[in-house]
């Protein structure tokens, strides 16, 4: 998994790509979260549209991410959500779970 951040006036875009499979990876987005969320940047939409594969363990990561951002009083969203993860997420029911949106755009813009 590769991991880039940017920032889009107050919002971090971190833009995920390749396989989101736990292990290492799991590693990488907890601590750059928790990193985020110690320098006050609380409002964060996790771009998913290069990602191309998706396990379970993938989900817990996003999943962990969402609960470390709500405890702190922020939110994270989700962003360019592939049909393939867009169906891992109706399988697990955790569409319900997480705001997803087309685009990073209405993405940033839902956090106004």
Do not use: C, Y
């Amino acid at each position: 998994m590769e991991l880039t951040q940017r920032a889009i006036g107050s919002v971090i875009v971190l833009e995920l790509a390749g396989k989101v499979m736990g292990g290492p990876d799991a590693t990488v987005l907890h601590d750059k979260l928790h990193d985020l969320v110690d320098q006050g940047k609380k409002r964060i939409v996790v771009d998913l549209g290069q990602v191309t594969a998706m396990n379970s363990s993938g989900l817990g990561i996003l999943i962990s991410g969402l609960t470390t951002l709500r405890h702190a009083g922020g939110d994270l969203k989700l962003a360019n959500v592939t049909e393939r993860i867009q169906n891992l997420l109706m399988i697990t029911k955790l569409k319900a779970v997480f705001e997803a949106h087309e685009t990073v755009d209405k993405a940033v813009a839902s956090f106004a």
